[in-house]
């Protein structure tokens, strides 16, 4: 799978991106994908994932009711639309595909990664 993420940028805090994600390769339909991200001197966490059929989503807490994940099965694309950023959204967004049907929650369970994209919120 080749995932290839783009809408990243700079914002002021309070404003709002949507990130997508571009998927070829494998099957992407039958597969759950999920968006992480790694502020610099963290580790990599979660934020959102959804299920195969889009109908299933879970999200952080720190991002709950701020960002929504979604994705398009005809055009083989997932998005973010994060609403009410804050500075502490600030980090390189991946893109994160797995092979199983449900959704995951857990980092170490995404093996196809997208190269990221930058997200800066200042204040």
């Known amino acids: 799978v080749q995932l290839v993420e783009s809408g990243g940028g700079l914002v002021q805090a309070g404003g709002s991106l949507r990130l997508s994600c571009a998927a070829s390769?494998?099957?992407?339909?039958?597969?759950?994908m999920g968006w992480l991200r790694q502020a610099p001197g963290k580790e990599r966490e979660f934020v959102a994932t959804?299920?195969?059929?889009?109908?299933?989503?879970y999200s952080a807490d720190s991002v709950k009711g701020r960002f929504t994940i979604s994705r398009d099965n005809a055009k083989n694309t997932v998005y973010l639309e994060m609403n009410s950023l804050k500075p502490e959204d600030t980090a390189v967004y991946y893109c994160?595909?797995?092979?199983?049907?449900?959704?995951?929650?857990?980092?170490?369970?995404?093996?196809?990664w997208g190269q990221g994209t930058q997200v800066t919120v200042s204040s």
């Open positions: 994160a595909a797995r092979s199983y049907t449900t959704a995951s929650r857990t980092v170490e369970e995404y093996p196809y």
């Open positions: 390769g494998r099957t992407f339909n039958n597969g759950a």
């Open positions: 959804v299920n195969w059929s889009g109908r299933s989503t």
